[in-house]
């Protein structure tokens, strides 16, 4: 009688756990299908004109990137990706690899005056959208910045 009470309760709680979860869970759970996901400056590299930015440009770039708003999706039909990949545009981009456990990808980040323009490589798949952020659309390197060439 008692276990049939004690699994009782144990089943309501995890019935209740499963229909309405934490905020944290879902929060964790909508991180990880992101479209414009939220970067740790730890986890991340960022090269410019093939060259490593210096600690303190990096954590910048990547601050201005994470409170950038989004403003909408391109749709790549198959075969199409190179096109996005390489836009015709005279704007040299800011790489950013990222590297989340075995997972790695590359967002490519053009600064433009009116938005910027971003294309994410992962899994063999391109998705390419844009964003609004005036600090994002201003950025550029501050004369003294240490870059380190690329090995």
Not at 53 to 82: C, H, M, S, W
Request: with cysteine.
């Amino acid at each position: 009688m008692t276990w049939t009470i004690a699994l009782t309760v144990l089943l309501g709680i995890v019935l209740k756990m499963v229909m309405s979860p934490p905020s944290a869970v879902v929060e964790w759970i909508f991180s990880k299908f992101a479209l414009h996901p939220k970067l740790n400056s730890k986890d991340v590299t960022v090269t410019y004109i093939e060259k490593y930015l210096d600690d303190v440009e990096k954590i910048r770039l990547i601050d201005n990137f994470n409170e950038a708003t989004f403003l909408k999706q391109y749709d790549i039909f198959p075969g199409k990706e190179n096109l996005f990949l390489h836009p015709e545009t005279k704007v040299t981009p800011f790489v950013i690899n990222v590297k989340r456990g075995k997972k790695d990808s590359k967002i490519f980040v053009y600064c433009l005056a009116d938005y910027v323009y971003v294309v994410k490589e992962y899994n063999k798949k391109v998705v390419a959208y844009d964003l609004r952020s005036e600090s994002l659309q201003k950025f550029t390197l501050s004369t003294k910045v240490m870059t380190k060439d690329v090995i």
